[in-house]
């Protein structure tokens, strides 16, 4: 199952991403991809994508989660990772931060 937000910045509504590609709102059933609905994600598998109403004209695609607070990544924590950047494997995965502007 594909999520994906829509509409307009800062207003964005949940959707999913039917097997034809199709957008579908989600909004009935969760408010936003955010906050405590990330933990719970596997509830909504349930939901037959056909039952919930096609976002019709074209649409911004907003960022994949919302109300994101902090971005932390995990850098070369595996081996081809770190080759294709021409480093080392170190000894622990290295662990950094980048803006939410990222997403």
Known sequence: MKFARYGERGAE???????????????????????????????????DPESLPLVEGEQRLGACVGQTGKFICIGLNYADHAAESGMEVPPEPVIFAKYTSAI
């Open 13 to 47: 509504k949940p959707a999913l991403v039917d097997a034809n590609g199709n957008l579908r709102d989600l909004s009935a059933h969760v408010d936003d991809i955010a906050g405590d609905v990330l933990t719970r994600l596997d509830d909504l598998k349930s939901i």
